[in-house]
T-cell receptor, first 113, second 111 residues
Framework: NAGVTQTPKFRVLKTGQSMTLLCAQDMNHEYMYWYRQDPGMGLRLIHYSVGEGTTAKGEVPDGYNVSRLKKQNFLLGLESAAPSQTSVYFC????????????FGQGTRLTVV | DAKTTQPNSMESNEEEPVHLPCNHSTISGTDYIHWYRQLPSQGPEYVIHGLTSNVNNRMASLAIAEDRKSSTLILHRATLRDAAVYYCILRSNFGNEKLTFGTGTRLTIIP
């Protein structure tokens, strides 16, 4: 099993450009999450999804949109990138029951210039 | 959301046991206590979790206070590869599916 795969691993954007980050999981998990992590900081929840076709806002949702058209994929979009969105982005997935572990991707390093 | 509080940083000597504390005084009866760690330049990885009883696995042990308001992650014999940021979080259901992280404890291992 691949687990949680994030695409791309690195990206440089110019201010105002748009892009989509893809998170794919092959474990049939119901829950999926997008986080950002700034240097020396903890993970901050951007958006999350509790199932196909559902999304919800996390702690820092502004400037981002998400979609979960298929259970295995969770997309994070930046419509008009800003330098403040320079960060490392992590995706995670988990089964519904809290007595199970969450799995994380290896991250996408995004730089907005 | 029930929150957790951890020390910002800790140091330990190599091959010594390490006890990482976590306070969660507002924990509810359905919250599971989870620990994850993040090695440098990697995504977080699962360490251990529990509800009420102490738990052991190949990586660590989790000691949960009787009133569940605190817990301790125990690394029995720290190695240099255990240097990481350790996060204590609560997983719940019943309408609270968010998985939120605090700032964690940065563990430094001294050779």
């Amino acid at each position: 099993n691949a687990g949680v795969t994030q695409t791309p691993k690195f990206r440089v954007l110019k201010t105002g450009q748009s892009m989509t980050l893809l998170c794919a999981q092959d474990m049939n998990h119901e829950y999926m999450y997008w986080y950002r992590q700034d240097p020396g900081m903890g993970l901050r929840l951007i958006h999350y999804s509790v199932g196909e076709g559902t999304t919800a806002k996390g702690e820092v949702p502004d400037g981002y949109n998400v979609s979960r058209l298929k259970k295995q994929n969770f997309l994070l979009g930046l419509e008009s990138a800003a330098p403040s969105q320079t960060s490392v982005y992590f995706c995670a997935s988990a089964r519904q029951h809290p007595n199970t572990e969450a799995f994380f991707g290896q991250g996408t390093r995004l730089t907005v210039v | 959301d029930a929150k957790t509080t951890q020390p910002n940083s800790m140091e330990s000597n190599e091959e010594e046991p390490v006890h990482l504390p976590c306070n969660h005084s507002t924990i509810s009866g359905t919250d599971y206590i989870h620990w994850y760690r993040q090695l440098p330049s990697q995504g977080p990885e699962y360490v251990i979790h529990g509800l009420t009883s102490n738990v052991n696995n190949r990586m660590a042990s989790l000691a949960i206070a009787e009133d569940r308001k605190s817990s301790t992650l125990i690394l029995h014999r720290a190695t240099l590869r255990d240097a990481a940021v350790y996060y204590c979080i609560l997983r719940s259901n019943f309408g609270n599916e968010k998985l939120t992280f605090g700032t964690g404890t940065r563990l430094t291992i001294i050779p």
